[in-house]
């Protein structure tokens, strides 16, 4: 009933930069929480930075002040901005949203994933 689907994905240097994006669609009567999580191999997954309807931010410390993340409620699309990217960012990043149908009930959806490597 929900479908996210990630994009910008790709390979990078070291010190480089990508943009994700993160566009959510189906029966959406609105959205609350929307996070950025990874996966590196062999690893558990992680959260990498959330942004609450309100505009409530909250990053992994690994990331503070090299990722930015930010939401259009408009297009019901959210953003990572990475910059100096480091080979210890390379992941699967996933996208994750949550809030209400148009039926009223609650939801909790993952994207497929999208693959982010940083070489050295």
């Known amino acids: 009933q929900v479908q996210l689907v990630e994009s910008g994905g790709g390979l990078v240097q070291f010190g480089g930069s990508l943009r994700l994006s993160c566009a959510a669609s189906?029966?959406?009567?609105?959205?609350?929480?929307m996070g950025w999580y990874r996966q590196a191999p062999g690893k558990e997954r992680e959260l990498v930075a959330t942004?609450?309807?309100?505009?409530?931010?909250n990053y992994a410390e690994s990331v503070k002040g090299r990722f930015t993340i930010s939401r259009d409620n408009a297009k019901n699309t959210m953003y990572l901005q990475m910059n100096k990217l480091k080979p210890e960012d390379t992941a699967i990043y996933y996208c994750?949203?949550?809030?209400?149908?148009?039926?009223?009930?609650?939801?909790?959806?993952w994207g497929r994933g999208t693959q982010v490597t940083v070489s050295s």
């Open positions: 994750n949203a949550g809030g209400r149908l148009r039926n009223f009930s609650r939801y909790d959806y």
């Open positions: 189906g029966s959406i009567l609105s959205i609350n929480a």
């Open positions: 942004i609450m309807s309100g505009g409530s931010i």
